[in-house]
């Protein structure tokens, strides 16, 4: 089969490659009908994650119809049946699935070890994202081997395009637990670094669930005006003051809350100083993220208030003003998407018509035109926001 490749930094190409057979009675194997390119596949690329080696198969937004299913799956999935697949592999029976953190899952990260050294304990096992998630093979790809697929999976009906559903796979939830948990009162204020993919289902998840004001922060205009579309008010951090504007916009008083939908890779500019620090520690190892938008998170969110992270952090990350997180009373949250806690209510919205992710599409494209489109999608060039790859 065909399928993007991981070759090393900045090197993806779309190879032909064993197909995937049923390994283990609780497999599933899907014919791929559509993937898509995210956010986290960008650290990949660049080579910040640690942990990726040359063969591996990218991809963890996928969907698509069951080919075969192993004898362990149960009677529930068959032949014949469409799904999303969450990037968080699951085994729904330990204590964590039932607590509903599926993105610690203790059963699926076979390469646990790994994971204990670089984080103190596992995590779930993740698609296409690295040996500290287990290294499974990726779903940008024509087929894909769905481990523990009684419990990994979203079953989704007909009739419903792909491009509606396709991002419960990751972004759509992942928008979503970011706003949850902000615990967003009528009268807050939420403040939202970051219109790429994430952000934008970040900003339409706070306006859903009732934030009085969504201020949306990038330097892209097409992202911004994207983000003014879905009713957020929005600062150009290349042309405006970000810290000056929030206190504006609320009455000096700061956002209640903050979510950083950037992560790691926060832009480097010479009028961000820290930014430029971040970048040389990283070149020579000193630390492994540039943390910008969380420090400037801490510095102006309204003290009480609460910060909620779904950006990715691989590693360490300095110079955090641990004084005013302290002292300002901050609350943190933050974590890998638990997809499944939100699957039945996000499923219910878009049949409801209350929400059609597929607004962030811009790019539509064969899985051979992969390789272009992960430069396309790094470099904002052609005003891409989120692409989709078809098999
Ligand atoms: N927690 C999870 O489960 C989960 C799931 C999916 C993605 N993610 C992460 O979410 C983040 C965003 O993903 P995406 O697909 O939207 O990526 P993206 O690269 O398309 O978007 C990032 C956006 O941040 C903007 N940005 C950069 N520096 C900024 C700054 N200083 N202030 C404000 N905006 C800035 C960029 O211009 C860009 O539009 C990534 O770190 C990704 O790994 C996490
Ligand atoms: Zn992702
Ligand atoms: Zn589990």
Excluded at 69 to 75: A, E, I, N
Excluded at 276 to 297: I, T, Y
Aim: net charge negative.
């Amino acid at each position: 089969m065909k399928a993007l490749v991981w070759h090393g930094k900045e090197d993806i190409r779309c190879d032909t490659v064993t197909d995937p057979e049923i390994q283990d009675p609780r497999d599933a194997i899907i014919k791929v009908t559509s993937c898509a390119i995210c956010g986290s596949d960008l650290h990949l690329f660049h080579n910040f994650i640690p942990g990726m080696l040359p063969g591996d198969i990218m991809g963890h937004e996928t969907m698509g119809e069951v080919v075969e299913v192993g004898s362990g799956v149960d009677g529930k999935l068959k032949k014949g049946d469409r799904i999303v697949v969450p990037f968080t592999i699951i085994c729904g029976e330990c204590d964590q699935c039932k607590r509903g953190n599926f993105s610690v899952c203790e059963t699926t990260n076979r390469k646990r070890h790994l994971a204990d050294k670089a984080f103190g304990h596992a995590t779930a096992g993740l698609f296409g994202y690295t040996h500290l998630t287990g290294g499974y093979p990726g779903g940008q790809a024509e087929y894909l081997r769905v481990p523990y697929a009684d419990a990994t999976h979203i079953k989704v009906p007909p009739g419903i395009p792909d491009e509606q559903l396709l991002f419960l796979s990751d972004i759509f939830p992942t928008g979503w637990q970011a706003a949850v948990q902000c615990d967003i009162e009528p009268t807050d204020t939420v403040a939202i670094w970051g219109c790429g993919p994430v952000g934008q289902m970040a900003i339409r998840s706070a306006i859903l669930l009732g934030a009085n004001q969504v201020i949306a922060i990038d330097c892209l205009p097409e992202r911004l005006s994207m983000a003014e579309a879905g009713g957020a008010t929005t600062i150009n951090f290349e042309t405006e003051s970000v810290l000056e504007r929030l206190k504006e916009l609320t009455d000096g008083k700061g956002p209640e809350k903050c979510i950083d939908c950037v992560g790691m890779e926060s832009h480097v500019m010479a009028s961000l100083p820290d930014t430029l620090l971040d970048r040389a520690k990283q070149m020579v190892m000193l630390e492994s993220d540039r943390p910008h938008v969380l420090r400037e998170m801490i510095y102006v969110c309204r003290p009480g208030g609460i910060i909620s992270v779904p950006g990715v952090y691989s590693g360490l990350s300095d110079m955090l003003p641990m004084g005013a997180f302290m002292n300002k009373g901050l609350t943190m949250r933050t974590g890998q998407t638990h997809v499944n806690r939100w699957t039945d209510d996000l499923l219910c919205r878009i049949e409801e018509g209350e929400i059609d992710p597929s607004f962030v599409i811009t790019h539509t494209v064969p899985l051979e035109q992969g390789p272009e489109m992960y430069q396309v999608f790094r470099d904002k060039r052609d005003s891409c926001v989120k692409v989709v790859l078809k098999p």
